[in-house]
């Protein structure tokens, strides 16, 4: 979290001005969302919340025909044996400039956020707009982000599934509970979003699965099929290849988010140094290609631990060196492997590869730079020899 913020919340609430307080606690609960932290901008929401009022509550939409605030919150469908709310209901803050896209991506959600916005003109004319949209991909690629962001320009509340309330052990009951959820957003303008997808859409081919499962998949497509155009649909999945065949055909758009490519690194990586790093004269080329591989999540952890490092250990914001990149980097990537395993000499070889010098390998490491080199050297070839 920045301190920044968390000193602006700390001064409001001594200062006892309710409404500074809650502006503080807003933009607190935004970065947590624009970071990717959906689950800590929504408890920081609901613990103040528990006890106040709803914050940015659902009244507070743009959309003319949102008439449920509070009371909505309280009707909150819950499950029958375990008494857990099926979802929570927030508004998102995050916008599509948030979020590292490929171009073809954001151009995709642009069109869906415009046929949104004009959903009443297409509507009058029998053309229902784009509202059924499956992200797919690994984890950490901007999934749940993507979301959040078509219903922050869109202006919508998000009703967020929770799994440990809707998957019950009880015969029948799971069926029941994705019932009681389209029932709670078929009359409102909001988003249903749906992640782990697959843990209720799974294959009704699948032998090891029980019937019970079954049963669950064919009440979620009668759902589906009963939605009306007002809920806009997202649901997101690690495992696309695991879904029914026949939930496919249920979505309008489905869309793959993949691992970050150059562009999109070098847009996370420059917003993450403006808005904690500010100041520090860090090279994010550097950067750019020590992070080649990974997902978004994993980059902005990466860049998290960077700016602990310069923090903690004072380091000068003119002169961050290679050095620092590199021990942050080294100590990310291997945090439970041992120094003398396989794994810990292809990663010290990867940046080496990556044009890191043996000899700020030998400063951070304690290796002699002629052992480095000897073990790269008997790194197995991709023929199998070494």
Same mark, same amino acid.
């Given at each position: 979290?920045?301190?920044?913020?968390?000193?602006?919340? %700390?001064?409001?609430?001594?200062?006892?001005?309710? $409404?500074?307080?809650? /502006?503080? @606690?807003?933009? !607190? *609960?935004?970065?947590?969302?624009?970071?990717?932290?959906?689950? %800590?901008?929504?408890?920081?929401?609901?613990?103040? $919340?528990?006890?106040? /009022?709803? @914050?940015?509550? !659902? *009244?507070?939409?743009?959309?003319?025909?949102?008439?449920?605030?509070?009371?909505?919150?309280?009707?909150?469908?819950?499950?029958?044996?375990?008494?857990?709310?099926?979802?929570?209901?927030?508004?998102?803050?995050?916008?599509?400039?948030?979020?590292?896209?490929?171009?073809?991506?954001?151009?995709?959600?642009?069109?869906?956020?415009?046929?949104?916005?004009?959903?009443?003109?297409?509507?009058?004319?029998?053309?229902?707009?784009?509202?059924?949209?499956?992200?797919?991909?690994?984890?950490?690629?901007?999934?749940?982000?993507?979301?959040?962001?078509?219903?922050?320009?869109?202006?919508?509340?998000?009703?967020?599934?929770?799994?440990?309330?809707?998957?019950?052990?009880?015969?029948?009951?799971?069926?029941?509970?994705?019932?009681?959820?389209?029932?709670?957003?078929?009359?409102?303008?909001?988003?249903?979003?749906?992640?782990?997808?697959?843990?209720?859409?799974?294959?009704?081919?699948?032998?090891?699965?029980?019937?019970?499962?079954?049963?669950?998949?064919?009440?979620?497509?009668?759902?589906?099929?009963?939605?009306?155009?007002?809920?806009?649909?997202?649901?997101?999945?690690?495992?696309?290849?695991?879904?029914?065949?026949?939930?496919?055909?249920?979505?309008?758009?489905?869309?793959?988010?993949?691992?970050?490519?150059?562009?999109?690194?070098?847009?996370?990586?420059?917003?993450?140094?403006?808005?904690?790093?500010?100041?520090?004269?860090?090279?994010?080329?550097?950067?750019?290609?020590?992070?080649?591989?990974?997902?978004?999540?994993?980059?902005?952890?990466?860049?998290?631990?960077?700016?602990?490092?310069?923090?903690?250990?004072?380091?000068?914001?003119?002169?961050?060196?290679?050095?620092?990149?590199?021990?942050?980097?080294?100590?990310?990537?291997?945090?439970?492997?041992?120094?003398?395993?396989?794994?810990?000499?292809?990663?010290?070889?990867?940046?080496?590869?990556?044009?890191?010098?043996?000899?700020?390998?030998?400063?951070?490491?304690?290796?002699?730079?002629?052992?480095?080199?000897?073990?790269?050297?008997?790194?197995?070839?991709?023929?199998?020899?070494?």
């Amino acid at each position: 979290m920045k301190a920044g913020l968390i000193v602006k919340l %700390i001064e409001a609430h001594s200062s006892g001005n309710e $409404s500074i307080f809650e /502006k503080a @606690l807003l933009d !607190l *609960s935004s970065d947590e969302e624009r970071k990717g932290n959906s689950s %800590i901008a929504l408890s920081l929401k609901k613990a103040y $919340s528990s006890d106040k /009022k709803p @914050l940015a509550s !659902l *009244s507070d939409s743009p959309i003319s025909n949102m008439s449920y605030s509070a009371q909505g919150i309280a009707s909150i469908p819950k499950d029958k044996d375990s008494t857990l709310e099926l979802v929570d209901v927030m508004q998102s803050t995050v916008k599509l400039s948030d979020v590292a896209l490929n171009e073809k991506t954001f151009e995709v959600l642009n069109q869906i956020i415009d046929e949104q916005k004009k959903a009443a003109d297409l509507l009058r004319k029998g053309i229902t707009p784009t509202n059924r949209v499956l992200f797919c991909g690994p984890p950490g690629c901007g999934k749940t982000l993507a979301a959040n962001a078509l219903a922050g320009e869109l202006g919508i509340p998000v009703a967020y599934v929770k799994l440990d309330g809707l998957i019950s052990s009880y015969l029948g009951q799971t069926g029941t509970n994705i019932r009681k959820i389209f029932e709670f957003v078929k009359n409102k303008r909001i988003m249903l979003f749906l992640d782990e997808f697959d843990a209720i859409a799974k294959k009704r081919d699948d032998s090891h699965e029980l019937g019970e499962l079954k049963r669950v998949v064919t009440t979620l497509l009668q759902n589906l099929d009963a939605m009306p155009a007002s809920v806009f649909l997202v649901a997101a999945t690690n495992h696309h290849h695991l879904l029914d065949p026949a939930i496919w055909r249920r979505f309008d758009v489905s869309i793959l988010m993949e691992l970050p490519n150059q562009q999109q690194r070098v847009m996370i990586i420059s917003k993450f140094l403006k808005e904690c790093l500010e100041g520090y004269s860090i090279d994010a080329n550097v950067i750019t290609v020590l992070t080649d591989g990974m997902s978004g999540a994993q980059i902005c952890s990466f860049m998290q631990s960077l700016a602990k490092h310069c923090v903690m250990n004072e380091v000068d914001p003119d002169n961050v060196l290679m050095e620092d990149i590199a021990n942050v980097w080294l100590k990310h990537t291997t945090l439970f492997v041992s120094e003398n395993s396989e794994g810990y000499i292809k990663a010290l070889s990867e940046l080496s590869k990556n044009g890191v010098p043996m000899r700020t390998l030998e400063k951070i490491t304690g290796i002699p730079k002629s052992t480095l080199s000897y073990r790269f050297n008997k790194e197995v070839k991709p023929d199998g020899r070494e």
